[in-house]
């Protein structure tokens, strides 16, 4: 089992032809993703050759879905025109949009997430690195190789400590592991990821990696209190960082107590949460939580 995206998950492309669209549909389809087409309207009719696999190219998400099935997308499309990319998809009636795009402007993100989700289109991102279950299906940017299925479920703001996760904690294995952004507005937040982790049979254990700036953590953690029976093991980015100074891609600002890693840890460890002061003391911690659940 995994959450979101499984091995019978057709995935487009939308942006494949452009160089970044490229280099990652080559790294999916090696990695097994079932990359059905991509999305490109000054090229429809094309097709786009993968090594052994040629890979069709359709002028609309809308297109692209009436002929194949695709019930996911991934959008590597400039920032510019990612708005126009999601609603797009969103009135396509896309199931999952993966959107990789950073630097798109916060109103349109507003903008985009709320009208997907009137649509009842997930969106994971945008400036994410996507997601993947290993063995399965990967939609993104996120490194194939680093790690192997198991019973694992990790949800992070952050790309570089979700790869650093995976590799760490690659003898036990991942289920799913969701990059879901570290800009102010995301499509899918750690509480929705919490949610189908829990109900996910194969997920054992949740690793949650959160980041200084704002009160996802927090929520998260009042939700972790009233509804997750898993064990849960997280850590908080910016133990270091300076007060009042914005910090990093989230462009989280600290204020006082507000926001703090320490704030955030707190708050989770109340929740029962098993935080590690940094990425390698975390994953210490999934064995000793693993066996506690058995």
């Known amino acids: 089992m ?16 452009g160089g970044e669209g490229m280099k990652h549909t080559r790294r999916m389809l090696a990695a097994g993703t079932n990359v059905v087409g991509g999305v490109n309207p000054r090229k429809a009719g ?27 997308t ?30 798109i402007p916060v109103h349109d993100s ?13 969106i994971i991102g945008p400036n994410c690195p996507g997601l993947i279950s290993p063995g399965q299906s990967n939609a993104g940017i996120i490194p194939a190789d680093i790690t192997k299925p198991g019973r694992i479920g990790l949800v992070s703001k952050s790309g570089t400590l979700t790869y650093q996760l995976m590799y760490e904690l690659r003898d036990i294995g991942f289920s799913t592991c969701v990059g879901i952004g570290g800009d102010p507005v995301v499509g899918t937040t750690h509480i929705d990821c919490l949610a189908a982790f829990q109900d996910d049979p194969e997920t054992d254990l949740i690793v949650l990696i959160g980041e200084i700036g704002g009160d996802a953590e927090e929520r998260a953690a009042a939700y ?6 898993k064990p849960v093991v997280g850590y908080v980015a910016g133990f270091t960082a300076p007060e009042g100074r914005t910090m990093g891609h989230a462009g989280a600002i600290v204020s006082g107590s507000s ?3 320490q704030a955030k840890k707190e708050a989770l460890e109340a929740a029962g949460v098993r935080v590690g002061s940094t990425p390698t003391e975390t994953a210490k911690l999934v064995p000793a939580a693993l066996a506690a659940a058995e």
């Open 259 to 261: 926001g703090t890693a």
């Open 224 to 229: 972790i209190r009233e509804h997750v029976t």
């Open 2 to 17: 995994a959450i979101y995206l499984t091995k019978e998950s057709k995935v487009l492309v939308q942006g494949m032809t």
């Open 110 to 122: 507003v903008a985009f997430t709320a009208y997907a989700r009137s649509k009842n289109t997930r």
């Open 74 to 103: 991934v959008v590597f499309v400039p920032p510019a025109f990612a708005k126009a990319a999601v609603v797009e998809a969103a009135d396509a009636g896309i199931g999952l949009a993966v959107v990789i795009t950073e630097g």
């Open 46 to 72: 094309r097709t786009v050759d993968f090594d052994d696999r040629a890979v069709p190219v359709f002028g609309s998400v809308r297109a692209g879905m009436d002929a194949t099935g695709a019930d996911v």
